[in-house]
């Protein structure tokens, strides 16, 4: 197992409903030494890329983008997932699902952060479904620029997400790709790894509604 799956198996917790909460290391408590050890394994996974700027989503995305970025040495544009009064000029906008949160967003750059010379590495928290990359993949399309990569923390590698964004010819690097979950044996497997060494995670028996509050 690398870092990240190691910190998954201690701290993360499986809930009913496929999904992995990992709140206290990861998207609410962050822990910034984790985020810097991601961050560089994203730089070495990325090498001779020609990235100038990294995108990524509210809310939970942004930290990890933003300690990646200190090893790229670019700046981070985060897509906002609702019209605000601060949001002046012209806009990109694409329509997004949320795997958590079970309703459609709005996903928006302003057009003056993303050009046709930009190359871009997309960065984000979680792929699922891959509905929010899509998204990002869209917003970075209709701006002319062109997406360099995709760096994910934790793959949820059953969901059809990593499938669909590497069969349209991506290069989606994954630092944690989780096959497999039990909610009720508390138990979680990683690609490349049999489900009968599995490693044995906190649970909670929380239906998937309650998740509402999870990002
Ligand atoms: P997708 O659009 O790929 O279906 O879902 C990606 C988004 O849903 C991520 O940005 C993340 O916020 C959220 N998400 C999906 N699955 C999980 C999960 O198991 N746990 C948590 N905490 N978030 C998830």
Same mark, same amino acid.
């Given at each position: 197992m690398n870092f990240l799956e190691e910190r998954i198996v201690k701290d993360g917790v499986v809930k009913e409903g496929n999904v992995l909460k990992?709140? /206290?290391?990861?998207?609410? $408590?962050?822990d910034i030494k984790l985020l810097d050890q991601i961050g560089a394994e994203f730089r070495r996974r990325f090498a001779g890329k020609p990235i100038n700027k990294i995108l990524t989503i509210e809310a939970s995305g942004i930290g990890i983008a933003c300690v990646a970025a200190r090893h790229f040495d670019v700046p981070v544009v985060f897509a906002k997932k609702s019209q605000s009064i601060n949001l002046d000029g012209d806009m990109y906008v694409a329509e997004v699902e949320s795997f958590t949160h079970k309703c459609k967003n709005h996903v928006i750059v302003a $057009?003056?952060?993303?050009?046709?010379e930009d190359h871009v590495l997309i960065i984000d928290d979680f792929l699922a479904n891959g509905c929010a990359l899509q998204g990002l993949i869209q917003i970075v399309q209709l701006s002319g620029a062109t997406v360099e990569g995709i760096g994910i923390?934790?793959?949820?590698?059953?969901? /059809?997400g990593g499938r669909i964004i590497r069969n349209l010819g991506f290069q989606l690097e994954s630092l944690a790709i989780v096959d497999g979950m039990d909610a009720s044996a508390g138990k979680i497997w990683f690609r490349g790894q049999d489900p009968e060494d599995s490693g044995e995670v906190k649970r909670t028996e929380d239906e998937i509604c309650r998740s509402s509050t999870l990002d």
């Open positions: 990992v709140d /206290s290391f990861l998207n609410h $408590q962050m $057009q003056k952060f993303l050009t046709p923390a934790i793959e949820k590698g059953f969901q /059809s």
